[in-house]
């Protein structure tokens, strides 16, 4: 029996009794305020490749979530830890689902990859879905979803890439941006923009690592160029049948694995004439499937672990987390 539930989960000395076995109550440790009527705050814990989401439901908060309790409840040291936030499902009546995705910083993501595969194994779990495919809109889009090998895999019909600049968005005329040139720093980088329903600025190199990421992905996702920020891409070609990404995720930083970062990247590459259709993008976290299609359509599978879940508690929207941190 877990005696800390009736606060008595202690020794005594031996030939005594607990004082419970004589009918007597013990005070209860002060635990905060206590609110009967609140909703218990549930999370669901998922990583995709590493990069690790919470699901929340709206049924289990209060109103709905809002930008400080998303910044409480990722933070590494603050609260749960996460690269995000999945708020759903939603009602949509244009998919069978709806989801809103959020950024650890606060902000809203218009679409992601490892989010949508990761809340598509949370579906599955609930047996919301079976082994269909199903459709679940987000602000970016809807996308076509399947679940399968016991939930270990999913797999994400991601919609069409478009490199048009009012799309992305990226400043100035009309145009297709390939092999456009920025400055960030003390570096000239050449670059191509992209859209899976969220922005990309893949960066082509003969190598990369973390730390072009770390140093440059800060200065290019708030380039003037991009209005609304941008997801940041390193981009080194192996062969045509495999590329290596390092991602800098606008509102999340330093990424170790991203699903919409894979397709844009590879179909950066694609439209470079780099890559053959079918290639494997290897990325911190691990590798995922890109196929993409001649209308620049984009097939992305990959693995997803559901790692835990809880509540949380009232509190920690009270933690008085520093503004550096």
């Known amino acids: 029996m877990n005696g800390d539930a009736h606060g008595f989960g202690r020794l005594f000395p031996p030939g005594t009794r607990s004082p419970a076995f004589h009918g ?18 549930k ?10 989401y919470l699901v929340a439901r709206p049924e289990d908060f209060a109103g709905e979530i809002t930008a400080a309790q998303v910044r409480a409840i990722c933070h590494r040291n603050f609260g749960v830890g996460s690269d995000g936030i999945l708020w759903g499902p939603l009602p949509s009546t244009r998919a069978r689902f709806g989801l809103r995705i959020f950024n650890p910083d606060g ?24 082994g269909e495919e199903f459709s679940v809109e987000t602000p970016g889009g809807i996308v076509q979803s399947t679940v399968f090998e016991g939930g270990s895999q999913v797999r994400v019909e991601m919609g069409r ?14 145009r297709e941006v390939i092999g456009e040139t920025l400055t960030a720093g003390d570096r000239a980088f050449e670059f191509c923009a992209a859209t899976v329903g969220n922005p990309h600025c893949v960066l082509p190199l003969r190598q990369v690592n973390a730390g ?4 440059y992905g800060p200065l290019i996702e708030r380039h003037p160029l991009f209005p ?19 991602i800098w995720e606008r509102g999340a930083g330093y990424t170790l694995a991203s699903g919409s970062s894979s397709s844009a990247a590879a179909a ?13 993008v290897h990325m911190p976290g691990g590798v995922i499937r890109i196929e993409l299609g001649d209308d620049n359509s984009v097939l992305m599978t990959g ?10 508690f009232p509190e920690l929207f009270r933690a008085d987390i520093p503004a550096e941190s």
């Open 268 to 280: 950066v590459a694609r439209r470079l004439g780099l890559v053959d259709a079918a290639l494997s």
């Open 43 to 52: 999370f669901f814990k998922y990583h995709a490749l590493g990069n690790d």
């Open 161 to 174: 890439v478009s490199f048009w600049s009012d799309a992305i968005p990226v400043t100035g005329a009309r």
């Open 228 to 246: 609304r920020r941008t997801n940041v891409q390193f981009l080194e070609v192996i062969d045509r049948s495999n590329i290596r990404i390092e």
């Open 212 to 215: 072009l990421a770390r140093q």
């Open 107 to 130: 902000s809203e993501a218009e679409k992601s990859g490892n989010g949508l595969r990761i809340f598509s194994r949370f579906l599955w779990d609930r047996q919301l879905v079976g």
């Open 24 to 41: 007597q109550k013990l005070p209860l440790r002060p635990r905060g305020p206590f609110v009967p009527s609140a909703p218990k705050m």
């Open 303 to 312: 693995p997803v672990t559901r790692v835990a879940e809880g509540i949380l």
